[in-house]
């Protein structure tokens, strides 16, 4: 079957495939109904390759991409955040993720391969089995980085195996070393090397969500004080390393340098970076997998309505805390630049990162058919109420807002990420280089931009910035700065939880401030990118007090003491005021780290005691 049927079936999850799964339910021990007998499944490899099309639909959507990470992190500001991290909103009765219907699925397909009814040659078997066990870990790595410890579960089950069913919590070091063995054997017989769109799993893949499991799980244990018995964080820092050597090595992916180019594309708006999240076509230069979109076959994305609407979307923008860790071409810190915080709007995008630009809309930003407001942050109404808009996801033509019309497709995994674990993970054994630093993080700040020894020399300075407001606990002024490259360039991706996580940084979730753009004066109409249109009237004054243009442009201010969520306007020591954005609901961070792991659903710890079994949860829960 040809490539392109393949990616086009996967589109549509292929759930109509006449092999595919019929009916899932949550049950861990009841077998997918398929509408196929389990020889047909098993006897051909078109009945292999039908059935593990069905382990793709747990790939993240067109629709999940761009909003994976919406209402849970430190450095974007959202209107409804994720109550997870807010004050006592959330308890072990809230609903969560646990399920194994997924893994089920997977199992009873690696139980079949294993058995009589499996009549495939050897090297066909094994590189399905190989894709298989890659979602059987990338199943298993979710599970450990939002619980912990869980069972591992390495069959179907029937409803007679209850001591299995119901057993307890394997250790880490159990799922860790699983989803390594998984993983080493899926990049050891996957023969699929490239795909239309790399939308397949190939041995690439494999090393790439080795690269990550393996960091995670060192750094989760360096920074959280725990141990295991078969994989010490050096070790599991090494295996890191080493993934990431295979992938490198390959020479098969580098990082993305040409723009493309379309009819929605406007100017300064778009990079080599913001291509790699714009182009209709996946960047197979860099991206490992990848999602596609297809207008033909009416596979679109929805991020334009996500991002630009004032009721769909959760107002989702960076805060200027963040804003502000970018540097400057120079490879200097932005906060080295004398009066930074009060720096207006224009001149904060002057000589930085030009990742910055792609991310957000910036000075000189226009969308096609759109009005004046378009080119700026839509504070208005309450879209982006810092001021820092989201761009990195949508296309630049306002037809496309309100509407699921994005024609865009996303990376998955990309080499960017790669080049950043290899980093990290040198970095905290002691052995990074030079060279290191050169090919990895300065080769994604060169793409930015950026110059000078902070592409090409190890960073020997602290930035007090970063220290202050991110990364308090951090001394070592590489590591310090790989964590500022890490959260730019992956920013809106979904690392960033996970990464605050294992680097036992939640308090930032709380702490990190949500602020907005600089602005000299309240009650004064506001050109905010210089273009001769007045874009904001910031004020404190109820909307029946202003006046007829004012309004057009209004914004409310509340005070300090308010109950209200929304802006408020901080006097900054420098002149002008800073705008602020706050919530109803507050962002908390508990100081016993419950949140460092989801709890285990009541339910399911009735469940097992129900049944005379236990199930033990999570700290604080």
């Known amino acids: 079957m040809e490539e392109m049927t393949m990616m086009k079936k996967m589109n549509y999850i292929l759930c109509a495939c006449a092999l595919c799964l019929s009916a899932i339910s949550c049950s861990l021990y ?55 991290f807010s004050d006592n909103a959330y308890t072990a009765e809230t609903p969560t993720s646990w399920g194994w219907s997924e893994l089920r699925n997977i199992n009873y397909f690696l139980d079949g391969l294993a058995s009589e009814a499996c009549t495939v040659k050897e090297e066909k078997k094994k590189h399905y089995e190989g894709i298989a066990r890659w979602f059987r870990a990338y199943f298993y790595y979710g599970k450990l980085t939002e619980y912990g410890a869980v069972p591992w579960f390495e069959h179907c089950l029937s409803n007679t195996d209850t001591d299995e069913m119901y057993k307890g919590r394997d250790s880490r070091d159990v799922i860790i070393g699983h989803i390594i063995e998984d993983l080493d054997f899926a990049a050891e017989h996957i023969t699929t090397v490239s795909s239309e769109g790399n939308t397949l799993i190939t041995k690439y893949t494999a090393w790439a969500l080795k690269s990550r499991a393996c960091l995670f799980e060192a750094s989760y244990r360096k920074y959280h004080g725990e141990s295991g018995t078969k994989y010490s964080v050096k070790g599991l820092y090494e295996q890191c390393v080493d993934a990431c050597n295979k992938l490198m090595s390959s020479n098969v992916f580098s990082l993305n340098q040409t723009t493309v180019s379309d009819d929605y594309m406007n100017g300064n708006s778009i990079g080599s970076y913001r291509s790699l999240f714009y182009s209709r076509n996946i960047l197979t230069n860099e991206v490992i997998l990848g999602r596609v979109a297809s207008k033909e076959e009416n596979v679109r994305g929805e991020a334009n309505w996500r991002y630009n609407s004032a009721s769909y979307g959760s107002s989702y923008c960076l805060s200027r805390a963040f804003v502000q860790t970018y540097l400057k071409t120079d490879g200097t810190a932005y906060s080295d630049k004398q009066a930074y915080s009060t720096l207006t709007f224009k001149q904060e995008f002057e000589n930085r990162d030009n990742r910055l630009k792609q991310t957000v809309k910036g000075p000189g930003y226009a969308m096609r058919g759109g009005s004046a407001a378009k080119k700026v942050a839509d504070i208005v109404n309450n879209v982006a109420p810092t001021g820092y808009h989201p761009i990195k996801f949508v296309q630049d033509d306002v037809n496309k807002d309100n509407k699921a019309e994005n024609e865009n497709s996303y990376p998955i995994i990309r080499y960017a990420e ?168 507050k962002r908390k961070w508990y100081d016993d780290g419950r949140q460092y792991l989801n709890p285990i659903p009541a339910q399911i710890v009735r469940d097992y005691t129900s049944r005379g079994y236990s199930i033990q949860q999570n700290p604080g829960w």
């Open 418 to 585: 790669v080049l950043l674990n290899y980093a990290e993970a040198k970095a905290e054994l002691g052995t990074i280089t030079a060279t290191d630093w050169s090919n990895t993080i300065g080769a994604l700040r060169r793409r930015g931009g950026i110059g000078g020894t902070a592409v090409s020399a190890l960073p020997t300075v602290l930035d007090p910035y970063l220290k202050a407001v991110f990364y308090p606990k951090v001394n070592n002024p590489v590591i310090m700065e790989i964590r500022r490259e890490r959260a730019i360039e992956l920013v809106y991706e979904g690392f960033r939880v996970n990464d605050l996580r294992r680097w036992a940084e939640g308090k930032r979730l709380e702490t990190v401030p949500w602020t907005g753009i600089h602005i000299s004066n309240l009650d004064t109409m506001v050109d905010v990118n210089e273009d001769g249109v007045k874009d904001y009237f910031f004020t404190t004054k109820e909307v029946s007090e202003v006046t007829p243009e004012q309004k057009q442009i209004y914004v409310q201010i509340f005070s300090e003491g308010s109950d209200e969520q929304g802006l408020r306007a901080d006097r900054n020591p420098s002149g002008g005021y800073d705008l602020r954005y706050e919530l109803a609901l």
């Open 30 to 84: 009841e077998k997918p109904e398929a509408y196929a007998s389990k020889e047909d499944i098993f006897a051909s490899e078109d009945g292999l390759q039908s059935y593990s099309w069905s382990f793709y639909k747990t790939l993240p959507s067109l629709n999940a991409i761009p909003v994976c990470e919406s209402g849970t992190v430190d450095y974007g500001v959202c209107r409804s955040f994720s109550s997870l």
